[in-house]
C-alpha cells in the first residue's frame, strides 16, 4: 500500500528517533554508573572521564574516554579509573579501550578491568594497583604497552613506578609514551 511522502517521512523520522533512543538508553547503562561514582568524590573536579560503548553500540567494548584534565595529578587518574572499574565490576567487557578526546591510547582486557573493579571494591592497596597496571595494558595495535619487569623488589618496584607515570602522562596527554623499551 503507497503511502504519501509525507507519511514516509514521518515514519522515518519517527524509526530514526527510535533508534537514537535505544542507543542512548545502551549507552546510558556505562555512562550513568562512573558518571555517578566519579561525580561523588570531590577529587575528581580536576578532570572529565566520560563512558560509553565504542561505535556507540559495542556490548563487548567500553571506552573510558578522557575529555578533560585540568587540575590533575597522575593519581587522580588513577584514582578515577579504578572509581570506574568498581562501579562497572559486575559488567562483562573483552576490552576497555582508554582513549583521550576520543582517541584510543591504550587498551585493557575487560577481564583485567573487571578484576580492578573487585579489587577496588574491597579495599586493595591502591599503590600495588597503580604500580601494576602498566602491565596490564596494551598498545591499539594490540602489542603490549609497557614491559613486566623481573629481578630484585626494589628496582622491579621503581621502574613499575616509572612506566605508570609514564602511563599517566600519556593518556592526560594523548599520544602513546616514547622512549625506547618502556613502550
Same mark, same amino acid.
Given at each position: ?20 533512543? +535505544?542507543? &542512548? ?5 556505562? @555512562? !550513568? ?7 561523588? #568524590?570531590?577529587? /575528581? ?29 597522575? +593519581?587522580? &587518574? ?5 572509581? @570506574? !572499574? ?7 567487557? #573483552?576490552?576497555? /579501550? ?86
Amino acid at each position: 500500500m503507497p503511502g504519501t511522502p509525507a507519511l514516509k517521512t514521518k515514519l522515518l523520522a519517527l524509526i530514526g528517533a527510535a533508534v537514537v533512543i +535505544v542507543v &542512548l538508553s545502551f549507552n546510558a547503562l556505562v @555512562a !550513568a554508573p562512573v558518571a555517578s561514582a566519579i561525580g561523588q #568524590d570531590d577529587r /575528581n573536579k580536576g578532570l572529565t572521564l566520560v563512558a560509553y560503548r565504542a561505535y556507540a553500540v559495542s556490548p563487548s567494548i567500553l571506552t573510558l574516554d578522557l575529555w578533560s584534565v585540568e587540575e590533575a595529578a597522575p +593519581v587522580d &587518574l588513577f584514582r578515577v579509573l579504578f572509581q @570506574a !572499574a568498581e562501579a562497572l565490576k559486575d559488567k562483562r567487557f #573483552d576490552r576497555v /579501550n582508554l582513549a583521550r578526546g576520543g582517541h584510543t591510547i591504550f587498551v585493557l582486557d575487560g577481564g583485567a578491568f573487571q578484576v580492578l573493579g573487585q579489587e577496588h571494591a574491597l579495599g586493595q592497596n591502591p599503590i600495588y594497583m597503580i604500580r601494576t597496571l602498566p602491565e596490564k595494558l596494551r598498545t591499539p595495535s594490540g602489542s603490549p604497552a609497557f614491559e613486566t619487569w623481573t629481578g630484585g623488589w626494589l628496582g622491579v618496584l621503581g621502574e613499575q613506578m616509572e612506566d605508570s607515570n609514564a602511563f599517566a602522562q600519556a593518556w592526560a596527554e594523548g599520544k602513546a609514551p616514547s622512549g625506547g623499551p618502556r613502550y
